[in-house]
């Protein structure tokens, strides 16, 4: 079965500082994506990186930075230059690609405070 | 702009009732996936709609049930209410050649 790890609950960053959240997956098919997620608190989730299976260079969309290592089965999600309004939920989620459907696992959550 | 639209925002509901909620896709965007959200836990996959029909269920009691139109909008209907289905339920919308789902707002419902 297909999971997602997520073992930081929370985190603080100062401002202008990089950070980076964990995400660790579990999967025994091939081909599948890693995706992160902003959840700010009115709810809406709001899609930053994506990374394919079978991509070779790590992802990258502005601030946002996806730290692929496929043998240690990791997709650390990479923040550069902190601001303020990056304080949100991140969710790091998991498609398995060859099954055609867009069921997502999610991983719990880390909650991120960036501060002044 | 992810272009999910989705209402209502927020309801309040008594155990036993019924609801709807609604979900409009961008354009283009074919597919439509429907996520229950408790507070504090990430995302969990209700089911996934294309071409009218449900592809794909997650483990969800047959009391959720969907639809979707052929203009590619969504339903979401939760009968016979139960308090622990308070929660927000999310919308997700892609197109059907590419990897990536975007969500709407979401709806905040109670069960009171």
């Known amino acids: 079965a297909q999971k997602i790890t997520q073992t930081q609950p929370g985190m603080f960053v100062q401002e202008k500082e990089a950070v980076t959240l964990d995400c660790t997956y579990d999967t025994s098919d091939q081909s599948y994506g890693l995706f992160w997620y902003k959840q700010p608190s009115s709810g809406e989730m709001i899609f930053l990186i994506y990374q394919g299976s079978y991509d070779e260079q790590n992802a990258t969309e502005g601030r946002y930075s996806l730290n692929f290592q496929k043998a240690r089965k990791s997709a650390n999600l990479v923040i550069s230059a902190s601001q303020l309004g990056d304080s949100a939920m991140y969710f790091c989620a998991m498609r398995d690609a060859s099954s055609g459907t867009y069921k997502y696992i999610f991983g719990t959550g880390t909650r991120l405070k960036v501060l002044a | 702009d992810a272009g999910v639209t989705q209402s209502p925002t927020h309801l309040i509901k008594t155990r036993g009732q019924q609801v709807t909620l609604r979900c409009s896709p961008k354009s283009g965007h074919d597919t439509v996936s429907w996520y229950q959200q408790a507070l504090g836990q990430g995302p969990q996959f209700i089911f996934q709609?294309?071409?009218?029909?449900?592809?794909q269920r997650g483990n969800f009691p047959d009391r959720f049930s969907g639809h979707q139109f052929p203009n590619y909008s969504s339903e979401l209907n939760v009968n016979a209410l139960l308090l622990g289905d308070s929660a927000l339920y999310l919308c997700a919308a892609a197109a059907s050649s590419t990897d990536t789902q975007y969500f709407g707002p979401g709806t905040r419902l109670t069960v009171l």
């Open positions: 709609y294309y071409e009218e029909e449900e592809r």
